[in-house]
């Protein structure tokens, strides 16, 4: 009986183990297939890339997820400055680690770089959909870095690597396209006066930020990132992400949590552009979401922006092309 016991563990080990390699080994295969659901955000980060190095001076680079890429005007900063700008905004659900990795992509000596990073960045720890996607799609050189992404790849997603590698998947044409993002980075296709009946439903069901506890996991990339950019002479400002006003906002537990944040970046020596209600707007001022301002919205806040920036721009070599 004993011997039918260690047959049959023996068995089942091995089956398991067999399994756990053939998973590791499709999973391997799949790598660079590109997915469609991660072309958006590819070919937007192409368009930033291509502008960002194509700058051969000093410049400023806007890092966060897309609460830039829809709030804040790079090139409007750029005309009214002329310090070269790139709105590296992208999605928010990639996790700051994978943010700033891009960030660092982009960022050289005697640039600066600022980071308006949206408040669920710093606190939650989860891994997204969204980034295993990503990056098994798109960036293997960030997945190499961190092979355990690898656990997280589910069934589902291995199944469309699978089927991306052997087919072109066909083109999603609703929602966000990459053809709306100018050369600087910023996305244009939010007009207030084209709003939807189903966006205008997305803003007005948005509800308070969730406040936090510490520890918050995304301080530490921060702090990393902020000591990267020191040995690199590359200046590092920080600023709020723009979202939705309540007056909630005014009471004291999330006064206390908006100082969190504040005593973070003075504890690492980082200047802090601002306040937090300085960026917090009417619904009438967003688009499609609580970090997603409308063209009105977004000018306004590029506006404050500028005269927050300014001091820090004024020594910074100034460009004679105005971009398109």
Known sequence: MQMSYQKYFKAALFSFGLSCLAF????????GAPTESSRWIYEVDTIKREFSDSIKTPKLLISSGSNSLFGISSQLIQQETGVATVNAGLNAALGVDYILHRAKALAKAGDTVILPLE????????????????????????????????????????????????????????????????????????QES???????????????????KPPAPGFQNVRAFANWCNQRKIRLLATWPSTVWFEVYT??????????????????????????????????????SAYHLNDRGMRQRTQQLINLLQPYLSEMPKQTRRIS
């Open 194 to 212: 084209e709003r939807t009946r189903e966006q205008l439903k997305q803003i007005d069901a948005v509800q308070p930020i969730a406040i936090s």
């Open 119 to 190: 408040y669920e960045l710093y606190t939650k720890s989860e891994t997204s959909d969204v980034l295993v996607d990503y990056a098994f799609a798109r960036d293997a050189q960030y997945l190499l870095s961190r092979p355990w992404l690898i656990a997280l790849l589910s069934f589902e997603r291995l199944k469309l690597g699978l089927s991306a590698r052997f087919h072109t998947p066909s083109k999603i044409t609703l929602g966000y396209q990459s053809k709306t993002v100018n050369r600087s980075g910023d996305e244009t296709n939010n």
């Open 24 to 31: 590791v080994l499709v999973a391997l295969y799949q790598i």
């Open 251 to 288: 009471e004291p537990d999330y006064q206390q949590y908006f100082q969190v944040f504040e005593d973070f970046y003075r504890e690492l020596r980082v200047t802090v552009l601002g306040k937090p209600d300085d960026f917090m707007y009417d619904k009438s001022l967003f688009y499609d």
